[in-house]
């Protein structure tokens, strides 16, 4: 820590050149400039403010820590401000007097992160901020941040604790000399407090109450320490035993599986997901941010003895669909949709990605640009047409992982990790068979079924080891191989081929009622499986385009764009129809329209759904209908109107769409308008916001 910080590093009087968060960062990395440490001080300054946006780095006590990991830094460095005056940080109980600029090069070492991390831990000790607020000079301060001087202070104040604690403890020496709980947590008297007149009998106390806890912080390198600091400050207050792992930059080493098995309750402090979180399934837990683990540690750990108490046992779930994909209370049916919606919401993205960057090859370069060389052995740098086949090119390969993310990401919600590797095998078995989308289906759901069986064999303990590494990816993966090189993939492959021509052939009657069914699901649950059944239906047939399967995917765009622009239409012309929040969501509502999210309109669903739905899957059949009568056709999957000169027949796409969204806009004003008016009153004070909105149309 000593070259981490020194004198110079120091401003005991920062308030005479900051006033803001921002001067005071700028303050302080300006000494860091000066001694090398940081090379680009605005972009270093821009590196803090990006994680201060991320969460307030102000901490109860009077204490800031802005910090961040940066290119713009040399070597792992720590500046100290003190100021008289305060400073605001964002902590709920007011300003800082301590502020502490922690700068970390972005491949900072363990090592060095071990000692920030200590750092951050010794911030939660009062004696410590205590010495820091009287230090006299920047050498004295920066020899006790360093540790330096930490050792002897500790050995001041536990001498001072002792003095004053003395006369108390002679006078407690005339307590009862039997055994008892403390009569909060019910743990035992310290054996100091017994005498030798103790009953022979041993008393009965009560076992304290186990704990277990994470921390976790987007950086990694203070919040993380300091909630642990924190929680295990508070657990020795209360009489409850804890064990913390904290999963931040300095290291992450698993609590033991026993000590978990043993736990009462759970505790998870963090920002960032946790890692390994199904360990901790069937306890009692409380799940907060980061700075709760801070601030108000005593509170979190009375609230899991609660939920204990109550026999509250929480199965904790991760933010991705991987992680809620499959819970064992729920049916067969609602198993296979979310493990079909774990894969396509992980296929999504190399859809998006690859697609625009393939349609945006084809507006630079032409249509002819499919046919171009491969860039890594012919480009020039001044041809826009090697321009537009890299974009092409580096498309073409994201695509290309469609079908096997796909099949991997299934195989993972039903069997988790031991699950990808068979499954991104099986779906490039059927890309090489030409099996598409429907052959990465059936691939996922047979590597994760594979996988399922292997794992209910009993297996030795002498091999348990290697199972998910070796054995399982192994074995999973001949069984996939074989099953659908030589079992299903041909007749799939066949189904795939029979379907492609089926879109090809499409025209007239068929194709319009085709759209009407694309915009119905499209708009049926605004964004939900529904949704994504059809798009992904239309993104399959990019995979191998034809006229056919490119009319389906302008189609999808052009249903799914309808609910959120006629949404922020209605609230335009009618806005007396609508509360003031949907009023303000509408203006949001015409960007996310025009950009192809769905998704736009789901906070008018949610509020009425009874009347936006069925308006939205109006207007969505009339364009998806008019979409496929135009014969409009669309190689990008994603993009909205910022697509629109990559699309067959552009003006007549925009058309379709503009009856859609006039269509809903009429169907939504209608049911809208044709609720009954309520008497005005008392009651309508108590009325939510939509009946008050009602009742004066």
């Given amino acids: 820590m000593s ?227 924190s929680l295990e400050n508070a657990a020795r207050e209360a009489g409850v035993e804890i064990t913390v792992e904290t999963q931040g930059s300095a290291g992450f080493t698993r609590l033991d599986p026993a000590v978990i098995a043993a736990a009462d309750g759970v505790v998870f402090a963090h920002d960032v997901p946790v890692r390994d979180k199904e360990r901790f399934a069937g306890k009692p837990t409380v799940d907060v941010g980061v700075k709760a683990g801070i601030n108000r540690p005593a509170e979190l750990l009375t609230e899991v003895r609660d939920k204990a108490a109550r026999g509250e046992t929480t199965a904790p779930t991760g933010p991705t669909p991987v992680d809620n994909a499959g819970d064992s209370g729920d049916g ?18 190399f859809v998006a990605a690859g697609g625009l960057l393939i349609a945006l090859g084809f507006a630079i370069g032409g249509w002819k640009i499919d046919k171009a060389p491969s860039v890594a052995e012919h480009f020039i740098w001044t041809d826009h047409t090697s321009w537009a086949a890299l974009l092409f090119q580096i498309g073409g390969l994201a695509f290309a992982f469609l079908v096997p993310v796909l099949a991997g990401y299934i195989a993972y919600g039903m069997a988790d990790r031991p699950g990808l590797v068979p499954g991104f095998v099986g779906g490039s078995v059927a890309v090489t068979i030409n099996a598409g989308f429907l052959g990465g289906l059936a691939a996922g759901l047979l590597a994760g079924a594979v996988v399922m069986g292997i794992q209910r064999v009993r297996i030795p303990a002498v091999l348990r080891g290697i199972m998910p590494v070796v054995v399982i990816p192994l074995i999973s993966s001949a069984v996939v191989g074989f099953l659908m090189f030589l079992v299903v993939g041909k007749p799939i492959a066949s189904l795939q081929s029979a379907l492609t021509d089926w879109l090809e052939g499409l025209s007239g009657a068929n194709a319009v009622i085709l759209g009407i069914i694309l915009g119905l699901m499209m708009c049926f649950d605004l964004g939900g499986p529904l949704n994504k059944v059809a798009y992904a239906f239309a993104i399959g047939g990019l995979t191998h385009p034809t006229d056919g399967s490119l009319k389906v995917m ?108 006039c269509v809903s806009t009429a169907v939504v004003v209608l049911l809208k308008g044709a609720r009954k008016t309520t008497p005005s009153g008392p009651a309508d004070e108590a009325a939510p916001a939509e009946a008050r909105v009602a009742a004066t149309v």
């Fill in 332 to 349: 067969y049916g609602t198993k296979l949709r979310k493990w079909l919606m774990s894969g396509v919401s992980y296929m999504v993205p």
């Fill in 554 to 661: 302008a189609a999808a765009m052009a249903a799914g764009m309808v609910p959120p622009l006629a949404m922020a239409l209605a609230t335009t012309v009618r806005g007396r129809l609508f509360t003031k929040t949907e009023r303000e969501n509408g203006k949001a509502a015409w960007f996310l329209g025009a950009s192809f999210i769905t998704e736009g309109a789901i906070p008018f669903a949610a509020a009425d759904p009874l009347r936006v739905i069925p308006a939205s899957m109006a207007g969505g059949a009339v364009t998806g209908a008019l979409s496929m009568a135009f014969g409009c056709t669309l190689r990008a999957p994603h993009g909205g109107v910022f697509v629109v000169p990559l699309i067959g027949q552009p003006l007549l796409y925009l058309v379709a769409i503009a009856a859609g969204v």
């Fill in 3 to 229: 070259e981490m910080i020194t004198a110079d590093l120091v401003d005991l009087e920062l308030d005479l050149s900051a006033e803001t968060k921002e001067a005071a960062a700028r303050s302080l990395a300006a000494r860091m400039v000066a001694l090398g440490r940081v090379t680009d001080l605005e972009g270093f300054l821009a590196d803090v403010a990006a994680r201060e946006a991320q969460m307030p780095t102000g901490l109860d006590g009077g204490i800031g820590i802005p910090h961040c990991r940066s290119a713009h830094v040399t070597e792992p460095t720590l500046a100290f401000g003190r100021s008289a005056r305060g400073i605001d940080f964002g902590a709920p109980d007011g300003p800082a007097d301590l502020i502490f600029l922690i700068a970390a090069p972005a491949g900072a070492d363990d090592a060095h992160l071990t000692i920030l991390s200590s750092l951050a831990r010794h911030l939660m000790d009062a004696e410590f901020t205590g010495a820091l607020r009287s230090a006299e000079d920047a050498d004295a301060a920066a020899a006790l941040i360093s540790g330096e001087d930490r050792a002897a202070s500790a050995r001041e104040a536990s001498g001072a604790r002792e003095a004053r604690e003395a006369p108390g403890t002679s006078a407690d020496s005339e307590a009862p000399a039997t055994p008892s709980a403390t009569p909060d947590t019910g743990a035992p008297a310290t054996p100091e407090t017994a005498t030798s007149d103790a009953p022979a009998t041993p008393a009965t106390a009560a076992e304290p109450f186990r704990v277990v806890a994470v921390t976790s912080c987007p950086t990694g390198i203070a919040h993380t320490y300091m909630a642990a600091e």
